[in-house]
């Protein structure tokens, strides 16, 4: 319902699948940055599932 160019899922237990690769969150947080400086739409499923301060880091990377 979505077009979209990345696709992350987050597993029970905070890891991150993304294409091929299990990212540990601080990998993840890094790759997310860098993404969201681009024109790129990211879908994170499962959020809810990282740790609490997510919410504070996506808002602080919103212009």
Excluded: C, N, W
């Excluded at 899922?9 to 940055?33: C, D, I, N, Q, W």
């Amino acid at each position: 319902m979505l077009d979209y160019d990345h696709y992350f899922f987050v597993m029970k237990g905070g890891v991150v699948a993304h294409e091929s690769e299990l990212l540990a969150y601080p990998v993840f947080r890094e790759k997310l940055t860098g993404l969201l400086r681009e024109p790129v739409t990211v879908v994170v499923d499962e959020f809810q599932r990282l740790p609490i301060e997510f919410l504070d880091y996506l808002h602080l990377l919103t212009p």
